[in-house]
């Protein structure tokens, strides 16, 4: 089979080639518009785009467009989005965002540093958005920057200039309806992840604070007592503080023998959003100027903006009889009387975590929390150890859940992925009728 060279790879013969230029309608930058007022309208931005593709409405800014300046900025369907300033080293720009009829019907402008582009009738809009995007992921637009005082520009001369390929309108539209559908499904997948992640949230602010019992039921109000310090807690439950030393023992000197290798885990390997961990390294240790802990406790990161940021992590295994991490964190070792897990669900939830970070102490940038607000100052109701995990329980089985979506959206990326390297270069032909 004969080929042909482009910018996302080699294309079967039996597919044309076409550059962007030659079926641009609109090609043009947008506008940052002034101060919202009665009139603001949403402003798409580059932090609306993300790495696969999409464009996520969830954070839209809103901006003041004169009538004349919305009429010539205001986004149609099909249209195609692409960031063409801004990003850094580890982020390059060009990523790219397809404008949906229910978008354009929520009448959208664009900011500067975004590009729009409508294309005429020849060649199908969704298909060029997943050959923009294959670009992406290739690496292309990386090499098509340019950088001034720290701002990356994308080459849009050399863009709109690239070879991309154009196989027949019919099998456009069949490739574009494949990979819609499999962003589709992810799309759905991640509704599901969403909504198990809500429903955790609103479980936790619930069986944590004794309002809800473990069977899903609600306490009614002559089950709960009136405590001086947190108010209403549910009777058989004991207001203490999370250092109480029937709780946890904070920050524990554990032995250990210089020179041997132990689990490491450095701040980078604790997960944002109270995530857990992503890795563990192995070390040499040779001093004891870290922070140690055992299987069963927690890591607590405590300074900004790592503790802002949610980096908690209840350490449920390690290879070493003792681990070594960050002095930047808290340790915290749960007594027998505790289910271990249910002082990290305290330690994340909303109540306990935000009150920690607002007790931060020392200058700005470098402020943290002082380990001792968590033995005086801060308290939380205790049911007894069968109930704490009956209470873990019914709260992590979203985890697993949430797990098993997050590993499904994996194997529809890496599907999505194999499916873009074949089909937009023919490698893999389709049926035309579908």
């Known amino acids: 089979m004969m080929e042909k060279q482009t910018k996302i790879g080699t294309v079967c013969n039996d597919f044309d080639t076409f550059q962007l230029k030659s079926v641009l309608v609109k090609n043009d930058a947008g506008d940052w518009g002034s101060e919202p007022d009665d009139r603001a309208i949403g402003v798409i931005r580059s932090t609306n785009f993300n790495n696969n593709g999409k464009l996520d409405l969830s954070d839209i800014a809103h901006r003041t467009l004169s009538e004349k300046k919305f009429k010539e900025k205001k986004l ?7 960031e063409r300033s801004g990003g850094s080293e580890t982020q390059p720009v060009g990523r790219v965002g397809f404008v949906t009829e229910e978008m354009a019907n929520t009448d959208y402008a664009f900011a500067n540093f975004i590009q729009r582009i409508s294309l005429n009738d020849e060649i199908n809009p969704k298909f060029v958005y997943f050959c923009l995007q294959q670009m992406y992921e290739m690496g292309v637009t990386a090499g098509m920057q340019s950088q001034t005082t720290g701002i ?3 080459d849009w001369k050399q863009y709109v200039k690239v070879s991309l390929p154009q196989p027949s309108p019919d099998e456009q539209t069949a490739i574009a309806n494949i990979l819609s559908k499999v962003d589709e499904a992810i799309a759905s997948v991640q509704g599901s992840i969403a909504a198990a992640e809500r429903l955790k949230k609103s479980l936790m602010q619930n069986l944590l604070t004794g309002r809800m019992k473990p069977d899903g039921t609600l306490r009614k109000e ?3 007592y009136l405590d001086e310090k947190f108010g209403r807690v549910p009777l058989g439950w004991e207001v203490k503080t999370i250092g109480d030393k029937d709780v946890c023992k904070i920050n524990p000197v554990y032995k250990y023998k210089k020179k041997e290798v132990y689990d490491f885990i450095p701040m980078e390997a604790i997960k944002e959003n ?3 961990v992503d890795y563990v390294e192995k070390q040499i240790i040779d001093n004891g100027s870290y922070t ?13 903006p790592c503790s802002e940021n949610g980096k908690v992590a209840y350490i449920d295994h390690i290879d070493s009889e003792v681990g070594f991490a960050s002095t930047e964190f808290i340790v915290f070792h749960p007594t027998e009387n505790v289910d271990g897990r249910f002082v990290y669900l305290l330690l994340s939830s909303g109540n306990v975590h935000k009150l ?5 102490e020392g200058t ?9 607000i968590f033995r005086n100052r801060i308290f939380v109701p205790m049911p007894d150890k069968v109930e704490q995990t009956k209470i873990v329980d019914k709260i992590l089985a979203f985890d697993k859940q949430i797990k098993e979506n997050n590993n499904k959206i994996a194997v529809l990326e890496r599907l999505k992925k194999s ?13 035309n009728k579908i």
Do not use: C, H, Y
């Open 292 to 304: 140690r802990f055992k299987a069963g406790d927690i890591l607590f990161a405590k300074i900004t």
């Open 152 to 154: 990356r520009n994308l």
């Open 356 to 360: 920690a970070i607002s007790l931060m």
């Open 274 to 276: 109270f995530e857990g």
């Open 222 to 224: 002559d089950e709960f």
């Open 364 to 372: 700005t940038g470098r402020q943290r929390i002082p380990w001792k």
């Open 76 to 82: 149609f369907a099909d249209d195609i989005l692409i």
């Open 419 to 431: 499916l873009m390297q074949n089909l937009l270069t023919g490698k893999v032909r389709v049926n």
